[in-house]
């Protein structure tokens, strides 16, 4: 039975300075992260067999999980699988503008990057309480912008991430206190555009 680890981060936690300082970065993922799965993992263990599927699998088809602990794995294993996309969607050195295919996906539903960008910070930043800004696609790669409450994945949707921005909290809130806005307009500096690029293409091309 192998149980859901911690991702290690594939830089330091001061790697997204200044945009995102070291302090944050560290608390978001040695407590906040590590808290999401260890109470997944506890979850879990009322159903051990579950162990054996993706945290991604069981987002995708929330109804096939045990009623008892369905909404522990919608919040739990949500913010697990949230915060290992938030963490791979960001890297030192990046930024910049979409390319590849998502490039194109982005000017065909919006218009352009800017109008792309725009709708997206504004989404997020508009987000009552606690949640996420998404970024998501079809199984026919048709692009979405929304946001969702608490730990809710696009995964139950029938959808796939491809950029998430974290707005609880804990996420922005040592820096740039209540101006979410600011953080929001930051975290476009540190964006991974070939990772993205990369989930996009696997969104679709199953």
């Known amino acids: 039975m192998n149980k859901h680890e911690l991702p290690k981060l594939a830089y330091g936690y001061a790697a997204l300075e200044p945009h995102i300082d070291s302090k944050t970065m560290e608390l978001h993922h040695s407590k906040h992260h590590q808290a999401y799965v260890d109470k997944f993992n506890a979850a879990l263990d009322k159903h051990p067999e579950l162990f054996s599927k993706p945290v991604e699998a069981l987002l995708k088809d929330l109804?096939?999980?045990?009623?008892?602990?369905?909404?522990?794995?919608?919040?739990?294993?949500?913010?697990?699988?949230?915060?290992?996309?938030y963490w791979k969607m960001m890297a030192p050195n990046s930024g910049g503008e979409a390319q590849g295919e998502l490039a194109v996906a982005i000017g065909n539903e919006f218009g352009?990057?800017?109008?792309?960008?725009?709708?997206?910070?504004e989404t997020t930043v508009g987000h009552f309480g606690s949640g996420w800004g998404w970024l998501a696609a079809d199984a026919k790669g048709k692009l979405s912008i929304f946001s969702l409450s608490n730990q809710d994945s696009p995964l139950s949707q029938g959808l796939s991430p491809i950029l998430a921005i974290d707005v609880w909290e804990h996420a922005y809130y040592l820096k740039y206190?209540?101006?979410?806005?600011?953080?929001?307009?930051?975290i476009w500096n540190v964006i991974d555009w070939k990772q993205a690029d990369k989930l996009y293409a696997s969104a679709f091309k199953k």
Do not use: C, M, W
């Not at 009623?67 to 949230?82: F, L, P, Q, S």
């Not at 206190?177 to 930051?186: E, F, H, L, S």
């Open 177 to 186: 206190q209540n101006k979410r806005a600011d953080y929001v307009n930051a």
């Open 112 to 121: 352009s990057f800017e109008d792309f960008k725009k709708k997206l910070s």
């Open 63 to 85: 109804s096939k999980v045990p009623e008892d602990i369905r909404t522990a794995v919608r919040n739990h294993g949500g913010g697990h699988a949230n915060h290992s996309l």
